[in-house]
């Protein structure tokens, strides 16, 4: 990561240790990545696991891939320097939610592995989760639900991953799914089911008996 470009900032600490935080709040602050194409069932995806975790009493956070670039990352296009820049930022964003307590939920196409990486290396070991929502470009193709594949064919888009920029899939990512022929649910639960194990949280009965 590079250094800021001004050199009169100090990076001020906090009274309230990460540990105590996640005492209060009863839970471990994580980022689970969603990563994928257009198409594959990310945000929908990341979305119904905020909700399962919200009903299970933990406290958690979507950051949309779409709604950054209307605000936050407003400025950025879809170029190579671009897109790593967006991913840049979010890890970012993430990671201080992350040390908030927050279990933060991202849905970002973020095609390439370097980038993810370098996202995961602003946490420490075990709490970046990386979930591969591997649905076959055919199948995201057929869904196209914002009508953006056609327009790639039809050459009206630049830079489309998957048809004229690359993905670069994960190697060894915490959890793949592929969401063709299964249930919103059923792929949600899967991956709170991986959180769980990975002691992120107590399910609500069991924080209730302890």
């Known amino acids: 990561m590079k250094p800021p470009k001004s050199k009169n900032i100090t990076w001020q600490g906090s009274h309230v240790t990460r540990e105590e935080r996640e005492l209060h709040m009863g839970q471990k602050g994580a980022v689970v990545w969603f990563t994928g194409l257009s198409g594959s069932g990310k945000s929908t995806l990341a979305r119904r696991v905020e909700q399962i975790l919200l009903e299970q009493e933990v406290t958690a956070y979507v950051l949309d891939g779409d709604n950054l670039r209307h605000r936050l990352n407003a400025d950025l296009g879809f170029s190579p320097s671009d897109r790593t820049e967006n991913i840049r930022r ?21 095609p390439y592995r370097t980038d993810r990486d370098a996202a995961r290396a602003l ?88």
Do not use: W
């Open 90 to 110: 979010v890890g970012c964003v993430a990671q201080l939610m992350a040390d908030a307590g927050l279990i933060c939920l991202t849905a970002f196409i973020s």
């Open 123 to 210: 946490l420490d070991a075990g709490r970046f989760f990386e979930v591969f929502v591997d649905t076959p470009l055919d199948v995201c193709e057929r869904r196209d639900p914002k009508g953006l594949y056609k327009k790639a064919r039809a050459g009206t888009i630049p830079n489309f991953t998957g048809i004229s920029a690359p993905y670069e899939s994960p190697v060894n990512p915490e959890l793949a799914i592929n969401t063709d022929g299964r249930t919103v649910y059923d792929c949600a639960s899967e991956v709170v089911e991986t959180l769980r194990t990975h002691g992120l949280f107590f399910a609500a009965v069991e924080r209730l008996a302890v």
